[in-house]
Structure formats: structure tokens, C-alpha cells
């Protein structure tokens, strides 16, 4: 077995037990992920029921791989935002947005276009606090029910989200 089955198979575990937690709506668990955390992040909410929505940032391109794109198949119809860097020297802008074109093209033959973002933001492989802000709006949208133009939380960004930040760390 393969360290990323076993990866996937632990958190779907901790997603099962933290589901059936009294204090958690298991109906709004999202996951989230940067870099190579993305690439879990990614195939966790595909094929983990628990995970109702999630936000890649900075990975997904055709240049590493050609397979990445038709998880989406698996993936759709959640909710799901990628957003890449325009000067990412990891995952170059014209090989990213071709692999956002096909998966944009699975969520449409689905008759789910909306329900997949991808967005570009000005700047490298990082994550500044634009792009937090970015990420955490969709989550308040997407697990909160939030409308448009919510005031940003007085003193905790994180209030009334529950969020599974997955990191590859050492693997």
C-alpha cells in the first residue's frame, strides 16, 4: 500500500471521527490545503464523503501530470476553488489554466459549472493574507450560507468554521 493511500485512509478516518463529534455539523466539514497539502487536500474531498467543499492553492498543472484533471469527474459536483499564483514558477500559468479547462469542462458536462472556481492571483507559490482572506470568504460561503459582501469577523477570521488544513509534510 502506498504512502499516499495510507495518507488519505488516516484523514478519512479522522474526518469519520470528528463527523460524529456532538459539536460538529458534519454537513459543513471543508478541507484545505497548499502546495502539495493542495494535491491531498484535492483528493480528499474527491473521495471522502465527509469533506462537503475545499480550496487548492498553488497546485494543479498539465506540465507534471496528465491524469490530474479527470478526478474531477469524482470530485464534482462539491464545491471545490483553485487558485494559482500568475508567476508560480511551480505551476506555470498556461499549463495550470489547460488543466483548469478540462476540469471546468467535467463540472459543465455535469451541469455543475458554477460549483468549480479557479482564480489567479497576482504574485509566486505563496500564501498572503489576499489569499487567505480568498479562501476563507469561499468557506463562509460554502459552509456558512454566508451572502456575498459578509463583513470580515471582528477578532477571528476562523468563527463558525471548522476547517481540515492538510499539509504534506514529510511524505
Given at each position: 500500500?502506498?504512502?499516499?493511500?495510507?495518507?488519505?485512509?488516516?484523514?478519512?478516518?479522522?474526518?469519520?471521527?470528528?463527523?460524529?463529534?456532538?459539536?460538529?455539523?458534519?454537513?459543513?466539514?471543508?478541507?484545505?490545503?497548499?502546495?502539495?497539502?493542495?494535491?491531498?487536500?484535492?483528493?480528499?474531498?474527491?473521495?471522502?464523503?465527509?469533506?462537503?467543499?475545499?480550496?487548492?492553492?498553488?497546485?494543479?498543472?498539465?506540465?507534471?501530470?496528465?491524469?490530474?484533471?479527470?478526478?474531477?469527474?469524482?470530485?464534482?459536483?462539491?464545491?471545490?476553488?483553485?487558485?494559482?499564483?500568475?508567476?508560480?514558477?511551480?505551476?506555470?500559468?498556461?499549463?495550470?489554466?489547460?488543466?483548469?479547462?478540462?476540469?471546468?469542462?467535467?463540472?459543465?458536462?455535469?451541469?455543475?459549472?458554477?460549483?468549480l472556481r479557479t482564480e489567479w492571483f497576482d504574485g509566486g507559490h505563496h500564501c498572503g493574507l489576499h489569499e487567505q482572506?480568498?479562501?476563507?470568504?469561499?468557506?463562509?460561503?460554502?459552509?456558512?450560507?454566508?451572502?456575498?459582501?459578509?463583513?470580515?469577523?471582528?477578532?477571528?477570521?476562523?468563527?463558525?468554521?471548522?476547517?481540515?488544513?492538510?499539509?504534506?509534510?514529510?511524505?
Amino acid at each position: 500500500m502506498g504512502i499516499n493511500r495510507i495518507f488519505t485512509e488516516m484523514i478519512h478516518c479522522l474526518l469519520l471521527l470528528l463527523a460524529a463529534l456532538p459539536y460538529v455539523d458534519a454537513g459543513r466539514i471543508g478541507c484545505f490545503g497548499w502546495s502539495m497539502g493542495a494535491h491531498r487536500a484535492w483528493l480528499l474531498a474527491a473521495f471522502c464523503p465527509v469533506v462537503k467543499t475545499g480550496v487548492a492553492l498553488c497546485w494543479m498543472t498539465l506540465k507534471r501530470t496528465q491524469a490530474q484533471p479527470p478526478i474531477a469527474r469524482w470530485l464534482c459536483p462539491k464545491p471545490f476553488l483553485f487558485l494559482n499564483g500568475r508567476s508560480d514558477r511551480l505551476f506555470p500559468e498556461a499549463a495550470s489554466q489547460k488543466a483548469f479547462e478540462r476540469m471546468q469542462a467535467i463540472y459543465a458536462e455535469a451541469g455543475a459549472p458554477s460549483l468549480l472556481r479557479t482564480e489567479w492571483f497576482d504574485g509566486g507559490h505563496h500564501c498572503g493574507l489576499h489569499e487567505q482572506e480568498t479562501i476563507l470568504q469561499f468557506f463562509r460561503q460554502q459552509l456558512l450560507d454566508a451572502p456575498d459582501g459578509l463583513p470580515p469577523f471582528p477578532d477571528d477570521p476562523f468563527q463558525g468554521l471548522l476547517l481540515l488544513h492538510v499539509a504534506a509534510v514529510g511524505l
